[in-house]
């Protein structure tokens, strides 16, 4: 439990959320609608493409760079999973840290308008767009975010809006 | 190449999709909506939601069966991603291959409104519900599906959207 708080608090620091070292979880009294949070860059590498391939999205293009080359992509790509994955990775990151985690209720509009490649560099932007109290629990709220992936060069790479449960402080 | 025709008429013969053995990969002229597709069941171990969790989704609740009984959950419990990940390796079981492979261009809707735990087989369904040739290249169609992951119990754990392109016939 130690090593949790100790971890929140960095991550307080870090992104300046105006919460005080006496605040060791977040509840959506601390968040308000139009905050942001980044984490990365994170490089992603081949050997790691491939290894998730081969291991969930097992198709040419994601997991032979030589036989890619004859496919719509005519280079290695990594799946659209992966890139979903390592997005979450870099949430869990990002974000500060909520009583019992961030469980997602659902997620919405996933899109992957450019490949991820090899030695990219992915950062994540986490916007915070709605924020509101459960009609069904008072100990809890749902939180709207908009999760923007892009690469080195600043290209969007995934898009997606996720709805997760946020817990409310207790009254 | 002579393996993935292989392959590609295994899964043919499976399930059934009105193609002979001389139609090596489906194009959009050979699916219908209302066709559905199966695969599964796939059983999820203990070790591999932890190993996945590590990497891509580092809450208690994902990888620690003990830390875990004190969380919303109340035991260990697979991250969305790791089943989203197993459906998308199912799905390129369960499809018909197409030439050039399963290209995503967004998925909507993911929602997962049952976990998944350790010892879980998981089956899938896709539904094809919609076809159409694409507006921009005549040399392509986008196909939509729903998803469904299903444990053994028969009870949904995951359900997604999915827009996919899929090649048409050379005219």
Request: hydrophobic content about 40%; glycine content about 6%; aromatic content about 6%.
């Given at each position: 439990?130690?090593?949790?708080?100790?971890?929140?608090?960095?991550?307080?620091?870090?992104?300046?959320?105006?919460?005080?070292?006496?605040?060791?979880?977040?509840?959506?009294e601390?968040?308000?609608?139009?905050?942001?949070?980044?984490?990365?860059?994170?490089?992603?590498?081949?050997?790691?493409?491939i290894?998730?391939?081969r291991?969930?999205?097992?198709?040419?293009f994601?997991?032979?760079?030589?036989?890619?080359?004859?496919?719509?992509?005519?280079?290695?790509?990594?799946?659209?999973?992966?890139?979903?994955?390592?997005?979450?990775?870099?949430?869990?990151?990002?974000?500060?840290?909520?009583?019992?985690?961030?469980?997602?209720?659902?997620?919405?509009?996933?899109?992957?308008?450019?490949?991820?490649?090899?030695?990219?560099?992915?950062?994540?932007?986490?916007?915070?767009?709605?924020?509101?109290?459960?009609?069904?629990?008072?100990?809890?709220?749902?939180?709207?975010?908009?999760?923007?992936?892009?690469?080195?060069?600043?290209?969007?790479?995934?898009?997606?809006?996720?709805?997760?449960?946020?817990?409310?402080?207790?009254?």
């Open positions: 439990m130690k090593i949790n708080i100790s971890i929140n608090l960095l991550i307080v620091k870090k992104y300046n959320t105006g919460m005080t070292d006496k605040t060791p979880f977040i509840t959506l601390d968040l308000t609608a139009g905050q942001k949070f980044t984490a990365g860059p994170q490089k992603v590498t081949q050997e790691e493409i290894a998730f391939a291991q969930f999205d097992p198709q040419d994601h997991t032979d760079p030589v036989k890619a080359k004859d496919t719509v992509f005519g280079e290695l790509v990594a799946s659209g999973w992966h890139t979903a994955a390592l997005a979450m990775r870099m949430i869990v990151e990002a974000t500060p840290k909520m009583q019992g985690g961030m469980v997602g209720r659902a997620v919405e509009n996933i899109s992957w308008p450019r490949p991820v490649r090899p030695g990219d560099l992915l950062s994540l932007t986490v916007e915070i767009t709605d924020l509101r109290p459960s009609e069904k629990s008072p100990a809890r709220g749902l939180m709207r975010t908009k999760n923007t992936v892009t690469n080195q060069n600043g290209e969007t790479v995934m898009e997606m809006e996720a709805v997760v449960f946020v817990p409310r402080r207790s009254v």
